[in-house]
């Protein structure tokens, strides 16, 4: 490789077996500290992706996360909560791993290597002109999500990607890189750790940042939440009483009515109590 691969450099601690639980956690948290900063530096990058993915969105383009292993999950992670979060179709922000569905509990074998899958993958999820496709690998060096962006790129998607590696394959065939480098892990090479850590972070902004910009949080209240539980629905209850001053009752009531927070609240300003 012709690029310096931080992730897989030696980790500062050595004899780990020997130390005990106390020192370890303690190693573990100063590490994991140097995560916000380090993503606080690819600030910029991560504002052009979210340019991209709410401009794409406002077409009528969708969002796509492809990955690997650990990165491939925390995209389906951040995609499965997006529907639930902020009331928008499950299709709207996919997650796409290597190895299929099975390899989210299960390691596949060579899956993260297949050249070809990850651009069969979106194609039967539809990905087309116009969405973007965001690769997520912490090495920056993952076959299947290399070959899955150009391919993307080939075919007039949206390219970006969030690697914990500078100057990697990957970052070079993204069109929007995001490169968030955390520096060595506390075990060596185990990329679960910091870099997940910082992947999870800008999936995050990503996701919540977009949703915010198409006006899916309304001051910081998740309006549009679906009400699929009876923790929710009393989440719910309360946005609606914090914001018209009716009773509870009535709120929930409204609220369970009229299906959402937004057209509870709505309902309540332009009509009045009950």
């Given at each position: 490789m012709d690029f310096d691969k931080v992730t897989e450099r030696s980790s500062k601690y050595s004899d780990l077996e020997k130390k005990s639980v106390a020192e370890l956690l303690q190693i573990i948290n100063a590490e994991d500290q140097s995560v916000p900063a380090a993503v606080a530096k690819a600030l910029p990058q991560i504002e052009k992706v979210v340019e991209q993915i709410v401009t794409s969105l406002k077409n009528g383009?969708?969002?796509?996360?492809?990955?690997?292993?650990?990165?491939?999950?925390?995209?389906?992670?951040?995609?499965?909560?997006?529907?639930?979060?902020?009331?928008?179709?499950?299709?709207?922000v996919n997650g796409i791993i290597a190895g299929g569905d099975q390899a989210i509990r299960r390691a596949v074998e060579n899956a993260e290597d297949n050249t070809s899958q990850a651009w069969i993958d979106l194609q039967q999820e539809g990905a087309k002109p116009g969405d973007v496709v965001v690769g997520i690998a912490a090495?920056?060096?993952?076959?299947?999500?290399?070959?899955?962006?150009?391919?993307?790129?080939?075919?007039?998607?949206?390219?970006?990607?969030?690697?914990?590696?500078?100057?990697?394959?990957?970052?070079?065939?993204?069109?929007?890189?995001?490169?968030?480098?955390?520096?060595?892990?506390?075990?060596?090479g185990s990329s679960r750790m910091k870099a997940g850590t910082a992947q999870k972070l800008v999936l995050n902004m990503l996701s919540t940042t977009s949703m915010i910009q198409l006006g899916r949080v309304r001051?910081?209240?998740?309006?549009d939440m679906q009400l699929s539980n009876d923790k929710l629905v009393d989440r719910g209850t309360k946005m609606i009483v914090e914001e018209t001053g009716i009773s509870y009752d009535e709120a929930k009531d409204l609220l369970l009515t009229k299906g959402s927070v937004r057209k509870a609240v709505d309902y309540t300003k332009e009509n009045g109590s009950k």
């Open positions: 383009g969708r969002l796509f996360y492809i990955g690997a292993g650990t990165s491939g999950r925390l995209g389906i992670v951040d995609a499965s909560e997006c529907p639930p979060t902020f009331g928008v179709p499950f299709d709207l090495s920056g060096t993952t076959p299947y999500v290399i070959a899955g962006l150009k391919t993307a790129a080939e075919n007039a998607l949206i390219t970006a990607c969030i690697t914990c590696n500078a100057g990697s394959p990957l970052a070079r065939a993204a069109q929007f890189p995001i490169e968030v480098v955390v520096g060595p892990e506390v075990v060596t001051g910081n209240k998740m309006v």
